[in-house]
């Protein structure tokens, strides 16, 4: 069981854009041994603690038109394991594989 409270979602406007709000995207392949790696090393180090207020779960093999939208809007490049965080609908930090961690999420913080 996932100490984390995902939120799947099905279009970006689904996605919070208050600037009081800090959301994570996390694009995730279960296909990928990777992935599964590093989506499970998040999720164990989960910090309840940190001002985040919606952990987003996009499933690309799914959801890739709206990962690919997600991709183009804040205009990142599509990578898988990739995790975004977002404050007021704009990008504070992005990163991917194996540089996804609480500890460097945490600097990123509003």
């Known amino acids: 069981m996932s100490k984390i ?3 799947e979602i099905n279009s970006i406007n689904e996605v919070p854009k208050s600037k ?3 959301v994570v995207i996390f694009k995730h392949s279960p296909r990928c041994i990777i992935s599964k790696i590093v989506y499970k090393r998040f999720e164990l180090a989960f910090n309840k603690k940190l001002n985040i207020h919606n952990y987003i779960y996009i ?10 939208v997600i991709a183009n809007k804040y205009n990142v490049f599509h990578e898988s394991p990739q995790l975004i965080l977002l404050n007021n609908d704009k990008v504070l930090y992005h990163t991917s594989h194996s540089d996804i961690n609480f500890s460097s999420l945490n600097d990123h913080i509003i």
Do not use: A, E, R, T
């Open 5 to 7: 409270n995902w939120i």
């Open 20 to 22: 009081d709000i800090n």
């Open 59 to 68: 499933d690309v093999v799914k959801m890739k038109g709206l990962s690919n």
